[in-house]
C-alpha cells in the first residue's frame, strides 16, 4: 500500500560518480557526500579546467582506518561540502590500481618519512603530488592536523605559493625516478649463495627469542623472510635457521593472528606474542603461508604443520571462493561497526554452546570472564593438550576429538553471525599465489580436492581475464560481472608462477604452454632494454608521473621479485637462454640492492639461490600407472628443497613432451622411470622409488 501524499518521506542518499565503479571498495563510498571521481582522464581534465589542486584518497575495502577516516570525515556534510568547494577528489583502490599507489605512497614516505593507508595525496592538475599524509582525524589531536585544517591549508598554498609547490612537485618527480641500480665500478657482485647468507644472517639478527618472529610489535607475518630463512636451514644444513622458522611458525599458528576455529590467517598481529591481531583477512598472506607450512611439515615431519596448511585451504574454499572457482581479494575487519566481533566470544558464549565441554575448552583456549580483548576472548591455545587432557584426566586423543567437536559447534554458531564485509573482487596476481597454494598443498598433502580447486581458479582466470585478441594479455581485475583494468607486472607474474605450479602438480602441459605465453608476453612488454629488470607497468598500461621498476619486497613479492622466480622455473624447464639471460641482467641492475642490502628483495635472492642450486625431476610414464604416482610421491614426500618436477606421459596424443627438458626421456624399457637433473646433466633412469630418493639425497651445491 502508498503512502498517503503528506507521509514523510526519506531522502534519497547522495550518490557521487562512483555508483557506475565495480570496486566493492569504491562503491562503499559512494553515497558520501564528497564528490568522489575515480582515477581517469574526466577527473584530471576537470582540474585542469576549475584549475583545482587534487585529492587522490586511496585505500582497500578491509582497511580499518579506511573506514574511520570515511565515517568521521567523508560521511560528514560540511567536511564534505569544504572539499567538493576546494578540490578535485579522487577516490582509488590500491589493489585495483597498484601503480597508482605505488607512486603515491613513495611520494608521500619521502615527503614525511613514513606511509600507510588510508593515503590522502594533494596533486597539480598534471598528477605531480605535493602533498600528502595517512590518516587525519576530524579535529586536531596529538600533534595531527584535523582534515578540515589540512584542506584550508594546501588550498591557500595552492592561490597563493603556486610556484612553490611547482618546485617542490618537480622535486618530488625526480625522487620518484631514482632508483638503486649497478654496482660501482670495480665492485664485486656477491653470488646467489653469498647473497642469501648475508641477508638470513641479518634477519636472524632480529629474532624474537620468546615469542618467534622478526623485529618487535606490530609484527607481521613476513613470508619471504620466512622462506628465505628456510631456504637457507636446508642448503647450508643450519640448525638455528630452521629452528627459527619453525618456532616463529609455530607461534603464528597458536596465537590469535590464526583463527582457532574456521582456518586462515589474519593480517597481522598489534602484539608482540601474535595474540590481538587486526582482524582483515587477505587472500594473499594466506596463500602465501600455506606454501611454507608444508614445508615446515616436511623439513620436520611434523604433522601440526600439514594440518594448519591444510584448514587454511579449507577456509580459502569455504569462505573466499568465488562461484565461478576464483578466490575473492580480502574479508574486513569489522561487522556491525566493531573491529573482531565476528571472532571474538564472552564465556557465558562458549558455555552455552559447550554445555560439559565448555571446561575443557576454555582452559585450553584460554577463554576466561574478563577476556583478552575488550572484554571478550580471541581464542588460543595456551597450554599443550597434553597438559589439558591431564587437567580433566582425559587421555590426549578423547580431548582432541572434544576440542575438535566444540570448535565445530562455534563455527557453525559462528555463521549465524553478522560477517564481516568481503571484498570480491577477483585480483589475477593474487589468484595466481591462491593456484600456487592450492597445488603445492594438493600434490604435498595428496588432496585432490585442492588440485581441482586449482584447475578451475586457472581455467578461469584463462577464459575471463584475457584481452580479446590479446595473446598472452592479462586484465588485472574481475568484478561486476566483467574483467577489467590492464594487467600489471605482478598479474603476469603471479598467475604464470601459480600456472607452473599447477603443471608440478598435475603434468597437465597446458599449464606449463599458458604460463610460458604469460611469461613470454611479460618480457615483451615490461622488461627494461635499457637498464634491465622490469618495470610495475607495460607497453598497454596508462603512463603516470612517473614509471617504478618495483624492487622492494613487502606483503608481496615486489614484481621483479616474483618475475625473476618465473623465470628462474623457466629456464630450468627449458634451457632457454633468454630466461637466464634476463635474470644475469636483472642481477647486475639490481647489483646494489642484492649485494649491500640483500634483505630488501628477499624473493630476488631465493629465485637466485634456488637456480643456483635446483635439480629437476623429469617422470616419464603413464599418470594412470601406480608406478608413475610411486615415483612422483617420492618427490612430494621427501624433504623440502631446490626441486622442479616434471611429467610426461609419452602416447596421449603426441610421443614428444612440450616441455623442452622433457624432450628425449623415456620409459625404461616400458616401466615408468624418473631422471634427477643438475645443471641440464643428467642421472640415468631409476625405477623404483628406493632409487629415486638415493638420488634426491645426494648433496647439492651449498
Known amino acids: 500500500m502508498a503512502p498517503p501524499d503528506d507521509a514523510p518521506r526519506n531522502p534519497p542518499p547522495h550518490t557521487n560518480r562512483l555508483a557506475d565503479e565495480t570496486s566493492p571498495y569504491l562503491l562503499q563510498h559512494q553515497h558520501n557526500p564528497v564528490d568522489w571521481q575515480a582515477w581517469g582522464d574526466d577527473a584530471w581534465q576537470r582540474a585542469r579546467d576549475e584549475d583545482k589542486p587534487v585529492l587522490v584518497s586511496i585505500g582497500y575495502a578491509a582497511c580499518h582506518w579506511c573506514h574511520v577516516m570515511e565515517r568521521e570525515s567523508f560521511e560528514d556534510e560540511g567536511l564534505a561540502a569544504r572539499q567538493n568547494e576546494l578540490f578535485v577528489s579522487i577516490k582509488v583502490d590500491r589493489e585495483e590500481r597498484p601503480d597508482v599507489d605505488e607512486i603515491y605512497m613513495e611520494a608521500v614516505q619521502l615527503m614525511r618519512g613514513q606511509g600507510g593507508w588510508p593515503l590522502n595525496v594533494f596533486c597539480l592538475p598534471d598528477g605531480r603530488p605535493f602533498f600528502g599524509g595517512t590518516y587525519f582525524p576530524p579535529v586536531a589531536r596529538q600533534g595531527m592536523p584535523s582534515w578540515r585544517q589540512v584542506l584550508d591549508s594546501v588550498a591557500a598554498a595552492y592561490r597563493e605559493r603556486r610556484a612553490d609547490l611547482e618546485g617542490q612537485a618537480a622535486q618530488i618527480v625526480a625522487h620518484l625516478e631514482q632508483a638503486p641500480g649497478p654496482l660501482e665500478p670495480g665492485e664485486e657482485r656477491a653470488d646467489p649463495a653469498a647473497a642469501r647468507r648475508a641477508a638470513v644472517a641479518q634477519i636472524m639478527k632480529s629474532y624474537d627469542k620468546r615469542f618467534g618472529g622478526f623485529g618487535g610489535a606490530p609484527k607481521f607475518p613476513q613470508p619471504f623472510f620466512l622462506a628465505l630463512v628456510l631456504q637457507h636451514a636446508v642448503a647450508d644444513n643450519h640448525p638455528l635457521a630452521r629452528d627459527q622458522v619453525l618456532a616463529t611458525l609455530r607461534q603464528m599458528a597458536e596465537g590469535g593472528i590464526y583463527d582457532q576455529l574456521g582456518g586462515g590467517f589474519h593480517r597481522y598481529s598489534v602484539d608482540e606474542h601474535w595474540l590481538v591481531p587486526h582482524f582483515e583477512k587477505m587472500l594473499y598472506d594466506n596463500a602465501l603461508l600455506v606454501p611454507l607450512f608444508l614445508d615446515a611439515a616436511r623439513l620436520s615431519d611434523d ?116 560477517p564481516p564485509a568481503t571484498d570480491t573482487k577477483v585480483i589475477a596476481a593474487w589468484n595466481g599465489m591462491a593456484i600456487d597454494a592450492l597445488a603445492r598443498g594438493g600434490a604435498i598433502l595428496d588432496a585432490p580436492r585442492f588440485i581441482d580447486a586449482a584447475r578451475e581458479a586457472a581455467a578461469f582466470l584463462l577464459e575471463t581475464m584475457r584481452p580479446a585478441g590479446d595473446a598472452g594479455g592479462l586484465l588485472r581485475i574481475f568484478a561486476g560481472g566483467r574483467a577489467s583494468v590492464p594487467g ?12 607452473l605450479s599447477l603443471y608440478e602438480a598435475t603434468g597437465e602441459e597446458r599449464w606449463f604452454i599458458e604460463a610460458r605465453q604469460i611469461a613470454d608476453a611479460m618480457l615483451t612488454r615490461y622488461w627494461d632494454r635499457d637498464a634491465g629488470g622490469f618495470f610495475t607497468t607495460g607497453s598497454r598500461n596508462e603512463a603516470l608521473v612517473s614509471r617504478k621498476k618495483p624492487t622492494y619486497d613487502g606483503a608481496t613479492a615486489s614484481g621483479n621479485s616474483q618475475a625473476a622466480r618465473v623465470l628462474a622455473r623457466l629456464y630450468a624447464m627449458t634451457g632457454e637462454g633468454l630466461y637466464a639471460d634476463r635474470l644475469e641482467a636483472m642481477a647486475g641492475a639490481f647489483g646494489v640492492i642484492l649485494t649491500r642490502a640483500p634483505v630488501m628483495m628477499s624473493g630476488f635472492v631465493a629465485a637466485l639461490d634456488w637456480l643456483h642450486r635446483h635439480r629437476a625431476v623429469a617422470v616419464v610414464g603413464d599418470d594412470a600407472d601406480p608406478a608413475t604416482q610411486a615415483l612422483v610421491r617420492a618427490v612430494w614426500d621427501g624433504p623440502p628443497g631446490p626441486t622442479l618436477v616434471m611429467r610426461h606421459a609419452p602416447g596421449e596424443g603426441h610421443a614428444e613432451s612440450t616441455v623442452p627438458q622433457l624432450q628425449g626421456k623415456t620409459p625404461l624399457d616400458g616401466a615408468p622411470a624418473a631422471y634427477v637433473c643438475h645443471g641440464f646433466a643428467c642421472s640415468a633412469p631409476v625405477t623404483t622409488p628406493e632409487a629415486l630418493r638415493g638420488l634426491l639425497g645426494s648433496d647439492l651445491p651449498a
Open 303 to 418: 604433522s601440526f604443520f600439514s594440518r594448519i596448511a591444510e584448514e587454511t585451504l579449507d577456509y580459502l574454499l569455504r569462505e573466499m571462493r568465488t562461484p565461478e572457482g576464483a578466490f575473492y581479494a580480502s574479508t574486513d575487519a569489522d561487522s556491525e561497526g566493531e573491529e573482531g566481533k565476528y571472532f571474538v566470544w564472552s564465556l557465558d558464549e562458549v558455555t552455552a554452546l559447550l554445555g560439559d565441554d565448555a571446561p575443557l575448552f576454555a582452559r585450553y583456549y584460554d577463554v576466561t570472564e574478563d577476556g583478552n580483548f575488550e572484554g571478550r576472548n580471541i581464542l588460543h591455545p595456551r597450554m599443550p593438550l597434553a597438559q589439558a587432557a591431564a587437567w580433566y584426566q582425559q587421555e590426549e586423543d578423547a580431548a582432541a576429538e572434544r576440542l575438535a567437536s566444540a570448535r565445530a559447534t562455534l563455527l557453525a554458531a559462528r555463521a549465524g553471525r553478522v
Open 488 to 499: 600489471f607486472l605482478e598479474d603476469y607474474a603471479g598467475l604464470a608462477d601459480g600456472l
